[in-house]
């Protein structure tokens, strides 16, 4: 079974940045498309940005502009960078395979945004 670990996560204030990390197990990670999802409380999972085993991106309208995501094949780790973090960004961010999720998900990274 693949193991997705991530990390990265904190409090910080609006405006600010963080960089998340997602680790992954598995031998066939550079052929899959990653994506970070995020889910708020009281709200579903949603995914907020994708990118394919060669590197093509696609962001949720919420994120675009802000948010970057890439990938080191060589680590098995797909990286988000969020920047001019808002409140409405606070949620728990996990990563998985993409347009559709393995059937299990790592334990997340809280990530919340408030002065």
């Known amino acids: 079974q693949v193991q997705l670990v991530e990390s990265g996560g904190g409090l910080v204030q609006p405006g600010g940045s963080l960089r998340l990390s997602c680790a992954a197990s598995?031998?066939?990670?550079?052929?899959?498309?990653m994506g970070w999802y995020r889910q708020a409380p009281g709200k579903q999972r949603e995914l907020v940005a994708t990118?394919?085993?060669?590197?093509?991106?696609n962001y949720g309208d919420s994120v675009k502009g802000r948010f970057t995501i890439s990938r080191d094949n060589a680590r098995n780790t797909v990286y988000l960078q969020m920047n001019n973090l808002k409140p409405e960004d606070t949620a728990v961010y996990y990563c998985?395979?993409?347009?559709?999720?393995?059937?299990?998900w790592g334990q997340g990274t809280q990530v919340t945004v408030s002065s």
């Open positions: 998985n395979r993409s347009p559709v999720p393995m059937g299990y």
């Open positions: 598995g031998n066939n990670f550079r052929i899959w498309s």
């Open positions: 990118i394919t085993g060669g590197g093509s991106t």
